[in-house]
């Protein structure tokens, strides 16, 4: 089946850093691939998606290109900000019939000042 | 953008007793809402797909009579936690999507955090 395999946190940098989350995953289809943001206390947010092979989504200065020769989709941020310590979750879904995203399990940002 | 509620945002009960959530679509009509649970440092765990006017279906493993959802509109699910003990203690989160595009986006809601003591 389906599944989405996220690098384990926390990761935790300094205020300015360079962010990688990694994202890996294994479809039998060609999915969209999606990256969820949860502030504390909060449900999730879409940050950004691609819905083809090569698209690159891109929000708030975060961006992922869909890679599917290595089946990856890479979170990625130039200079990130306090304000974006957060869980970041890696979703996938078969496009066509109904939305039923699969997650991975989460990778936790904690960014000092 | 597509707006979902969610309430209550915090629930404490005690055990024995039933707690009811509500998962609102604001803006938009949700022909289908998932609810999902959210254990610590985890990933969501799908619990169970609604469309609006016919029966939840309910991922393996998901008790049907002790999570009870109702999808009478199409802007408002109900959950219910019937006879709740500690171990469904957790963070509840629903969904919503509109269909009528390729992929269906899902907007979730802000979540419910049930703690039973």
């Known amino acids: 089946g389906d599944s989405v395999t996220q690098m384990e946190g926390p990761v935790t940098l300094s205020e300015e850093a360079f962010l990688t989350i990694n994202c890996t995953y294994t479809a039998t289809g060609y999915p969209s691939l999606f990256w969820y943001v949860q502030y504390p206390g909060e449900g999730l947010q879409l940050l950004l998606k691609a819905t083809k092979a090569d698209d690159k989504g891109s929000n708030k200065g975060f961006e992922a290109t869909y890679r599917k020769e290595t089946t990856s989709f890479h979170l990625e941020k130039g200079s990130v900000q306090v304000s974006d310590s957060a869980v970041y979750f890696c979703a996938l879904s078969d496009t066509g019939g109904s939305y039923i995203p699969t997650f991975g399990r989460g990778t936790s940002l904690i960014v000092h000042p | 953008g597509a707006v979902v509620s969610q309430h209550p945002s915090r629930v404490i009960c005690k055990s024995g007793t039933s707690v009811k959530i509500e998962c609102r679509s604001l803006d938009f009509q949700a022909t289908t809402m998932f609810w999902y649970r959210q254990f610590p440092k985890q990933s969501l765990m799908l619990m169970a797909t609604?469309?609006?006017?016919?029966?939840?279906?309910?991922e393996q493993g998901v008790e049907k009579d002790k999570f009870l959802i109702n999808h009478a509109s199409l802007t408002l699910s109900t959950l219910t936690v019937t006879s709740a003990h500690p171990e469904d203690s957790s963070f509840y989160i629903c969904s919503a999507t509109s269909g009528g595009s390729s992929y269906n986006e899902q907007f979730f809601g802000p979540g419910t955090r049930l703690t039973v003591l």
């Open positions: 609604s469309n609006e006017g016919s029966k939840a279906t309910y």
